[in-house]
């Protein structure tokens, strides 16, 4: 079946580095993506959404790009700080659909 | 501004036993969702609710779990009885229409022993 998933399980990044974390969908119907962020003990934080009629977006930090054409979600994080590791899942839906469909998620640990 | 809130946090308890978590969404959220984490399966979809109205629930493992939405504020899940195989972590997240995020809880850390 179509499914999200991630390129990377895990990610390593110097602290003050910028991180790219990647994620590939394979439902061409899907419309509307959204990025979470997983801390331990803590359940999923949105960070930032994008819809499909837009290729860019940013946020505080972040950045998200879609590139509809290869099916492909990334999430950028700028000057990335030991408060940034975390689990970061991409999930994505299909217009009024309520179901999220997730990815298996990607661990960024930042090095001091 | 409060997010969702659950509770317990964590709750250890002897199979057979019934287990019930809670749930508050946000305020003014008419979409709730309960879904259950584990390292092996990641995040599942277990029941959705709108407007209290369970619409969804497919992902329910077993007749053992069960689901209520008395009122716009509070929901519950109740597995009767537990089994070692329930132990996961279970969230529940709201969001205020289908094209807005869901904004989930820290969850319930469930181990049965």
């Known amino acids: 079946g179509e499914s999200v998933g991630l390129h990377l399980p895990t990610l390593s990044v110097q602290e003050g580095d910028n991180s790219i974390i990647n994620c590939a969908y394979s439902n061409s119907a899907s419309d509307y993506f959204i990025w979470y962020k997983q801390e331990s003990g803590k359940g999923p934080q949105f960070i930032i959404d994008?819809?499909?009629?837009?290729d860019k977006r940013q946020g505080q930090r972040v950045t998200v790009l879609l590139n509809k054409t290869v099916k492909h979600l990334s999430l950028q994080i700028a000057a990335t700080q030991p408060g940034d590791s975390a689990v970061y899942f991409c999930?994505?839906?299909?217009?009024?659909?309520?179901?999220?469909?997730f990815g298996a998620g990607t661990t960024v640990t930042v090095r001091a | 501004d409060a997010g969702v809130i659950q509770s317990p946090r964590h709750e250890v308890t002897e199979m057979g036993q019934e287990v019930t978590l809670r749930c508050k969404p946000i305020?003014?959220?008419?979409?709730l969702f309960w879904y259950r984490q584990t390292m092996m399966r990641g995040l599942e979809l277990l029941i959705y609710?709108?407007?209290?109205?369970?619409?969804?629930d497919s992902g329910m493992p077993e007749d053992r779990f069960s689901a209520k939405m008395p009122n716009a504020s509070f929901s519950t899940l109740k597995i009767q009885p537990s089994e070692p195989r329930d132990s996961a972590v279970y969230f529940c997240a709201s969001s205020s229409a289908s094209g807005q995020p869901q904004h989930f809880g820290d969850g319930t850390r469930l181990s049965i022993l």
């Open positions: 999930a994505e839906k299909v217009g009024n659909d309520y179901k999220l469909s």
């Open positions: 994008i819809r499909s009629n837009m």
């Open positions: 609710f709108n407007n209290n109205v369970p619409i969804d």
């Open positions: 305020s003014g959220h008419n979409s």
